[in-house]
C-alpha cells in the first residue's frame, strides 16, 4: 500500500506488534454494528428517546468508519490471505451503513496512501486555511456528491456550476460505486417515510451520515494532513499526541498516529502506540516532528 520501504529494524517491530488475527478489530467492528442496528430498534420502538439514539448512532458512525478503514487494509486477516473475506464482510456491512460503500472507499483510500499530498493524484488532497472553511467545503461537497448521483441530469448540474478545474478533481475520484449506495440510500428514505417511519430515517440515519461526514472530514482527513507540501514517508502527515492519554483510546489513536498508520498500514489502529514507542528514535532521525497538547503549533521542536 505504502511506498515506504521498510529497514530490517522496521520489520522486526511492526512483526512484534502486528497479531497474526486481530480479534480486536474484528469484536470492536461486530460491537458497533450491532449497537447502530439496537440503537435504531430501541428508537423506532420509543424504548430509548429519539435523541438519545441519534447520539448512539453518532458514535457507532465514528467507529464503524474506523472498521472501514482498518477492514481496507486487512487488519482483520493480516497475513491470512484465506480470511480476507472476512475484512470484506464486515467492512462492506459497516460501509453500507455509515453510506460509504467499501469497495469504492477502498479504491479512494488506496491512491490516498499511494500518491500522499500529491495535488491531482491524493483524493485526499484539499487546502483548507482554517477548519471552519473546511467544513464549510465538506458540507457543500457532501451536497454535490447527492447531486451527482441523480439520475441523467446530476453531472450536467454539477458540470454547469462547479468550476471545471474541481469538477474534473471531484468526477475523477468519485467510485461509480458510490453513486448507486447514494440512489439506494434515497430510495429506502423515501420508502421509509412512504410507511410513516420518515422522522427515524432522517434522525437515525440520514442525518447522522451528513454530521459525521463533515466531523469525520475534519479529524481523519484535515487535521492529520496538515503538511500538505511535504511528499516525505516522515514527513507527509502528523503526529500530534494529545495529553491525558486521550491518544490511547482506540479511534483516537489512528489519529494521534496517523504518521505511523501511513509507514506500517498493516498495524492494527490500537497497536499503533506501541510501534511509535519502539520507533521514535527512527522518527528522530529522519526529521518527524512529534506534537504534542491541544494545539497545532510545536513549541518544542522534535522529540
Not at 39 to 63: E, Y
Not at 107 to 117: D, Y
Not at 174 to 183: G, I, N, R, S
Request: net charge positive.
Amino acid at each position: 500500500m505504502a511506498s515506504h520501504k521498510l529497514s530490517e529494524e522496521e520489520i522486526e517491530i511492526v512483526d512484534r506488534h502486528t497479531p497474526n488475527f486481530s480479534w480486536f478489530t474484528l469484536l470492536t467492528g461486530i460491537g458497533f454494528i450491532s449497537l447502530f442496528v439496537a440503537s435504531t430498534i430501541l428508537s423506532v420502538r420509543n424504548s430509548i428517546p429519539l435523541w438519545f439514539g441519534f447520539c448512539l448512532n453518532m458514535l457507532s458512525f465514528t467507529a464503524m468508519f474506523v472498521t472501514i478503514h482498518d477492514c481496507m487494509h486487512g487488519q482483520i486477516s493480516q497475513k491470512n490471505k484465506k480470511l480476507k473475506w472476512i475484512d470484506k464482510t464486515v467492512g462492506t456491512v459497516a460501509g453500507l451503513l455509515v453510506q460509504m460503500e467499501f469497495s469504492g472507499w477502498c479504491k479512494q483510500h488506496g491512491a490516498h496512501h499511494k500518491a500522499t499530498n500529491i495535488p491531482g493524484e491524493d483524493p485526499n488532497w484539499r487546502y483548507h486555511k482554517n477548519a471552519f472553511a473546511m467544513w464549510k467545503q465538506t458540507a457543500i461537497g457532501y451536497l454535490i456528491l447527492h447531486i451527482y448521483a441523480i439520475p441523467i441530469i446530476g453531472k450536467k448540474i454539477c458540470s454547469k456550476f462547479i468550476p471545471p478545474w474541481k469538477y474534473e478533481y471531484f468526477k475523477k475520484f468519485m467510485p461509480v460505486e458510490w453513486t448507486y449506495q447514494l440512489l439506494a440510500n434515497w430510495s429506502i428514505f423515501f420508502i421509509a417515510v412512504f410507511y410513516g417511519y420518515g422522522k427515524y430515517a432522517l434522525v437515525l440515519w440520514m442525518l447522522p451520515s451528513l454530521v459525521s461526514r463533515v466531523r469525520m472530514h475534519y479529524q481523519f482527513i484535515w487535521s492529520p494532513h496538515k503538511n500538505l507540501t511535504y511528499t516525505n514517508d516522515y514527513l507527509d502527515t502528523v503526529l500530534h499526541i494529545r495529553p491525558y492519554g486521550v491518544d490511547r483510546i482506540w479511534w483516537r489513536a489512528l489519529l494521534d498516529y496517523h504518521l505511523i498508520h501511513h509507514l506500517y498500514p498493516q498495524v492494527p489502529s490500537n497497536k499503533l502506540r506501541g510501534v511509535y514507542m519502539d520507533v521514535k528514535h527512527i522518527l528522530k532521525e529522519n526529521g518527524t516532528e512529534t506534537i504534542r497538547g491541544w494545539g497545532w503549533e510545536n513549541k518544542n521542536g522534535v522529540v
